[in-house]
Protein backbone atom coordinates (compact mmCIF):
# COMPACT_ATOMS: atom_id res chain seq x y z
CA UNK A 1 0.00 0.00 0.00
CA UNK A 2 1.50 3.41 -0.77
CA UNK A 3 2.85 5.47 2.20
CA UNK A 4 1.15 8.40 1.87
CA UNK A 5 -0.31 11.48 -0.25
CA UNK A 6 1.08 14.18 -3.06
CA UNK A 7 -0.69 16.83 -4.27
CA UNK A 8 -1.97 18.48 -6.05
CA UNK A 9 -2.92 15.30 -8.72
CA UNK A 10 -2.04 17.34 -11.30
CA UNK A 11 -0.27 20.90 -11.74
CA UNK A 12 -0.05 23.15 -15.24
CA UNK A 13 2.12 26.13 -15.35
CA UNK A 14 3.70 28.32 -18.02
CA UNK A 15 7.77 28.48 -18.78
CA UNK A 16 9.62 30.06 -16.25
CA UNK A 17 6.94 29.72 -13.38
CA UNK A 18 7.98 27.54 -10.14
CA UNK A 19 6.29 24.45 -9.34
CA UNK A 20 5.48 23.47 -5.97
CA UNK A 21 4.53 19.48 -5.07
CA UNK A 22 3.80 18.13 -1.47
CA UNK A 23 3.88 15.17 -0.01
CA UNK A 24 3.06 13.40 3.34
CA UNK A 25 3.51 10.20 4.44
CA UNK A 26 2.63 7.83 7.33
CA UNK A 27 5.10 6.24 9.58
CA UNK A 28 8.64 6.96 10.71
CA UNK A 29 11.29 7.19 8.12
CA UNK A 30 15.05 7.00 7.39
CA UNK A 31 15.16 9.20 4.68
CA UNK A 32 12.63 10.79 1.40
CA UNK A 33 13.15 10.40 -2.19
CA UNK A 34 12.29 12.33 -5.22
CA UNK A 35 11.71 10.67 -8.26
CA UNK A 36 10.72 12.01 -12.04
CA UNK A 37 8.73 9.57 -14.39
CA UNK A 38 8.37 10.36 -18.10
CA UNK A 39 5.77 8.78 -20.02
CA UNK A 40 4.44 5.95 -17.57
CA UNK A 41 8.25 4.50 -17.70
CA UNK A 42 10.99 4.67 -15.67
CA UNK A 43 11.88 6.52 -12.65
CA UNK A 44 15.20 8.86 -12.20
CA UNK A 45 16.36 9.79 -9.12
CA UNK A 46 16.11 13.01 -8.03
CA UNK A 47 17.34 13.95 -5.02
CA UNK A 48 17.36 12.48 -1.58
CA UNK A 49 17.42 13.76 2.03
CA UNK A 50 17.47 12.38 4.93
CA UNK A 51 15.19 12.42 8.39
CA UNK A 52 17.65 14.73 9.92
CA UNK A 53 18.15 17.21 7.10
CA UNK A 54 15.32 20.12 6.62
CA UNK A 55 16.27 21.46 3.40
CA UNK A 56 18.32 20.43 0.46
CA UNK A 57 19.19 22.16 -2.76
CA UNK A 58 20.09 20.56 -5.99
CA UNK A 59 20.46 22.95 -9.23
CA UNK A 60 16.89 24.02 -9.73
CA UNK A 61 15.60 21.44 -6.83
CA UNK A 62 14.66 22.45 -3.24
CA UNK A 63 13.70 19.91 -1.13
CA UNK A 64 12.12 20.77 2.56
CA UNK A 65 11.35 18.04 4.80
CA UNK A 66 9.24 18.55 7.73
CA UNK A 67 9.64 15.11 10.11
CA UNK A 68 6.86 16.97 12.97
CA UNK A 69 4.20 16.97 10.16
CA UNK A 70 5.38 14.23 8.35
CA UNK A 71 5.56 16.06 4.90
CA UNK A 72 7.76 17.05 2.18
CA UNK A 73 8.01 19.76 -0.44
CA UNK A 74 9.52 19.51 -3.76
CA UNK A 75 9.88 23.18 -5.12
CA UNK A 76 11.53 23.15 -8.86
CA UNK A 77 11.93 26.82 -10.13
CA UNK A 78 11.84 28.48 -13.24
CA UNK A 79 10.01 25.57 -15.03
CA UNK A 80 11.05 24.25 -18.51
CA UNK A 81 8.93 22.52 -20.92
CA UNK A 82 11.28 19.82 -20.23
CA UNK A 83 10.24 19.06 -16.59
CA UNK A 84 6.82 18.01 -17.96
CA UNK A 85 6.88 14.72 -16.22
CA UNK A 86 5.26 12.73 -13.10
CA UNK A 87 7.15 13.49 -9.57
CA UNK A 88 6.70 10.97 -6.93
CA UNK A 89 8.18 10.84 -3.18
CA UNK A 90 9.27 7.91 -1.83
CA UNK A 91 10.23 7.27 1.32
CA UNK A 92 12.49 4.26 2.98
CA UNK A 93 10.76 2.94 6.70
CA UNK A 94 13.27 4.04 9.40
CA UNK A 95 14.69 0.89 10.55
CA UNK A 96 14.46 -1.04 6.95
CA UNK A 97 16.51 -0.71 3.83
CA UNK A 98 16.48 0.69 0.64
CA UNK A 99 12.47 -0.50 0.00
CA UNK A 100 10.95 2.41 -1.20
CA UNK A 101 7.11 3.43 -0.41
CA UNK A 102 5.51 5.58 -3.26
CA UNK A 103 2.89 8.36 -2.86
CA UNK A 104 0.28 8.83 -5.79
CA UNK A 105 2.52 11.42 -7.41
CA UNK A 106 1.60 14.56 -9.34
CA UNK A 107 1.70 15.29 -12.71
CA UNK A 108 3.00 18.49 -13.82
CA UNK A 109 2.24 19.84 -17.16
CA UNK A 110 4.71 23.35 -17.95
CA UNK A 111 3.42 24.99 -21.22
CA UNK A 112 6.39 26.89 -23.87
CA UNK B 1 27.76 2.35 -18.38
CA UNK B 2 24.94 0.83 -19.66
CA UNK B 3 21.92 1.17 -17.09
CA UNK B 4 19.02 -1.10 -15.64
CA UNK B 5 17.25 -3.05 -19.01
CA UNK B 6 14.39 -4.90 -19.10
CA UNK B 7 12.36 -7.40 -21.42
CA UNK B 8 10.11 -7.42 -23.18
CA UNK B 9 9.68 -4.07 -23.06
CA UNK B 10 5.71 -4.73 -24.02
CA UNK B 11 3.96 -8.43 -23.00
CA UNK B 12 0.31 -8.92 -24.51
CA UNK B 13 -0.99 -12.23 -22.58
CA UNK B 14 -4.37 -13.75 -22.42
CA UNK B 15 -5.99 -14.57 -19.24
CA UNK B 16 -4.44 -17.71 -17.77
CA UNK B 17 -0.91 -17.68 -19.62
CA UNK B 18 1.93 -17.64 -17.46
CA UNK B 19 4.25 -14.69 -17.96
CA UNK B 20 8.05 -13.99 -17.44
CA UNK B 21 9.62 -10.56 -17.22
CA UNK B 22 13.39 -10.06 -17.26
CA UNK B 23 15.40 -7.96 -15.24
CA UNK B 24 19.47 -7.67 -16.45
CA UNK B 25 20.76 -4.86 -13.35
CA UNK B 26 23.28 -2.42 -13.51
CA UNK B 27 27.19 -4.54 -13.34
CA UNK B 28 28.25 -4.68 -9.71
CA UNK B 29 25.06 -3.93 -8.30
CA UNK B 30 23.95 -6.35 -5.21
CA UNK B 31 20.38 -5.14 -4.59
CA UNK B 32 17.98 -5.72 -6.93
CA UNK B 33 14.03 -4.84 -6.70
CA UNK B 34 10.55 -5.04 -8.28
CA UNK B 35 7.47 -2.83 -8.28
CA UNK B 36 4.84 -2.36 -10.25
CA UNK B 37 2.42 0.61 -11.22
CA UNK B 38 -1.09 0.25 -11.82
CA UNK B 39 -4.19 2.53 -12.10
CA UNK B 40 -5.30 1.18 -9.11
CA UNK B 41 -2.56 0.98 -6.57
CA UNK B 42 -0.05 3.26 -7.83
CA UNK B 43 3.86 1.85 -7.39
CA UNK B 44 4.26 -0.58 -5.44
CA UNK B 45 7.10 -2.58 -3.98
CA UNK B 46 7.20 -6.57 -4.83
CA UNK B 47 10.17 -8.11 -3.92
CA UNK B 48 14.18 -7.11 -3.34
CA UNK B 49 16.68 -9.41 -3.51
CA UNK B 50 20.35 -8.78 -1.89
CA UNK B 51 23.23 -10.71 -2.63
CA UNK B 52 22.69 -14.23 -1.51
CA UNK B 53 20.08 -13.56 1.56
CA UNK B 54 17.07 -14.65 1.57
CA UNK B 55 14.67 -12.37 -0.94
CA UNK B 56 12.21 -9.88 0.71
CA UNK B 57 9.02 -11.29 -0.83
CA UNK B 58 6.56 -9.24 1.46
CA UNK B 59 5.32 -7.45 -1.13
CA UNK B 60 4.35 -10.01 -3.29
CA UNK B 61 0.70 -10.04 -3.87
CA UNK B 62 0.01 -13.21 -4.06
CA UNK B 63 1.55 -17.15 -5.02
CA UNK B 64 0.57 -16.77 -8.36
CA UNK B 65 3.48 -14.48 -8.27
CA UNK B 66 7.73 -15.39 -8.32
CA UNK B 67 10.94 -14.12 -8.62
CA UNK B 68 14.46 -15.69 -8.85
CA UNK B 69 17.43 -13.91 -9.08
CA UNK B 70 20.22 -16.03 -10.95
CA UNK B 71 23.77 -15.78 -9.92
CA UNK B 72 23.22 -12.80 -8.26
CA UNK B 73 22.95 -11.09 -11.48
CA UNK B 74 19.75 -11.49 -13.76
CA UNK B 75 16.38 -11.59 -11.96
CA UNK B 76 12.90 -12.90 -13.16
CA UNK B 77 9.78 -11.98 -12.23
CA UNK B 78 7.08 -14.79 -13.05
CA UNK B 79 3.37 -14.62 -13.48
CA UNK B 80 1.57 -17.84 -13.11
CA UNK B 81 -2.30 -18.19 -14.32
CA UNK B 82 -2.48 -14.31 -15.11
CA UNK B 83 -5.71 -12.26 -14.34
CA UNK B 84 -6.63 -9.11 -16.07
CA UNK B 85 -5.97 -7.43 -12.50
CA UNK B 86 -2.07 -7.93 -13.27
CA UNK B 87 -1.68 -5.70 -16.37
CA UNK B 88 0.32 -2.87 -15.12
CA UNK B 89 4.16 -1.56 -15.29
CA UNK B 90 6.69 -3.87 -14.50
CA UNK B 91 9.85 -1.90 -13.15
CA UNK B 92 12.76 -3.37 -11.84
CA UNK B 93 15.59 -1.18 -10.21
CA UNK B 94 19.09 -1.88 -8.79
CA UNK B 95 21.36 -0.30 -6.21
CA UNK B 96 25.15 -0.86 -5.14
CA UNK B 97 24.45 -2.82 -1.76
CA UNK B 98 20.84 -2.01 -0.68
CA UNK B 99 21.47 0.86 2.04
CA UNK B 100 18.71 2.77 3.07
CA UNK B 101 20.67 5.80 1.65
CA UNK B 102 22.01 3.94 -1.48
CA UNK B 103 19.99 5.92 -5.00
CA UNK B 104 17.97 3.13 -7.03
CA UNK B 105 18.80 3.04 -10.74
CA UNK B 106 15.28 1.99 -12.39
CA UNK B 107 14.73 0.13 -16.10
CA UNK B 108 12.34 1.29 -18.67
CA UNK B 109 9.56 -1.44 -17.41
CA UNK B 110 7.92 -4.06 -18.95
CA UNK B 111 3.99 -2.49 -19.71
CA UNK B 112 2.01 -6.40 -19.50
CA UNK B 113 -1.55 -6.35 -20.79
CA UNK B 114 -3.82 -9.16 -19.85
CA UNK B 115 -6.66 -9.94 -21.96
Known amino acids: SQQGEEDPQALSIQEGENATMNCSYKTSINNLQWYRQNSGRGLVHLIL?????REKHSGRLRVTLDTSKKSSSLLITASRAADTASYFC????????????FGAGTRLAVHP | GAGVSQSPSNKVTEKGKDVELRCDPISGHTALYWYRQSLGQGLEFLIYFQGNSAPDKSGLPSDRFSAERTGGSVSTLTIQRTQQEDSAVYLCASSWAGGSQETQYFGPGTRLLVL
Open chain 1, 49 to 53: IRSNE
Open chain 1, 90 to 101: ATVPFGGYNKLI
